[in-house]
């Protein structure tokens, strides 16, 4: 019996240490289509996206270009509901996907707080080609290379099925309740 218990908690664990990202509709972006059309779109004219909580404006995302809407591929909003950080609701992930012969990424992440305060991290940005398998993003301490009371800003290698293989640590953030103090840490895990 003991042995079981001992494999239940081994197994908890795992799953809590492997936390990701997941799709959600708790969270909509502008519908920046009806935007367009209600525009003569010319290279100056901007269309910004927000996001939202249910029918609530929560925060601006990107102002997107004639050149960025050229290019467009898609957006995406996720969310990591247990981050391991203290006094953290969620935290939300938003990618944008530009395509010009590779994928250009331009990630945005929200720190959500209980008290629904949003703590805007700065945006990440990656380009990946048909043979690059690296990308740069944030990592809390309840995903894999996590490490406690810390958010990492990573380069992220990736195996051939697309999982995160090994990391280099570009910047450490110790979090301490609503606020992070920069730690400049480089580091190769």
């Not at 809407?69 to 969310?79: A, C, G, K, R």
């Not at 950080?85 to 209980?114: H, W």
């Not at 700065?122 to 996590?146: R, W």
Request: glycine share 2%; hydrophobic share 40%; proline share 1%.
């Amino acid at each position: 019996m003991k042995i079981f218990f001992t494999t239940i908690a081994f197994l908890m664990s795992i799953s809590f240490f492997s936390q990701s990202f997941k799709a959600t509709s708790k969270y909509s972006i502008t519908n920046f289509n009806t935007q367009l059309n209600a525009l003569n779109f010319n290279a100056e004219d901007q269309v910004t996206l927000h996001l939202y909580q249910d029918t609530k404006k929560i925060i601006k995302l990107s102002s997107l270009t004639k050149k960025n809407l050229d290019t467009f591929l898609s957006v995406h909003v996720e969310i990591l509901e247990n981050s391991g950080l203290d006094n953290v609701k969620n935290v939300i992930r938003v990618r944008f996907e530009f395509v010009a012969g590779c994928s250009d990424y331009e990630t945005q992440y929200f720190i959500q707080t209980n008290d629904c305060d949003i703590i805007e991290l700065p945006t990440t940005e990656f380009t990946f080609c048909e043979y690059e398998v690296a990308k740069v993003e944030y990592i809390f301490p309840s995903q894999q290379f996590g490490e406690e009371n810390s958010i990492l800003k990573t380069t992220s290698f990736l195996d051939e099925n697309g999982k995160t293989e090994s990391i280099f640590i570009i910047e450490k953030n110790i979090w301490e309740e609503e606020q992070t103090i920069e730690e400049l840490s480089i580091a190769i895990k």
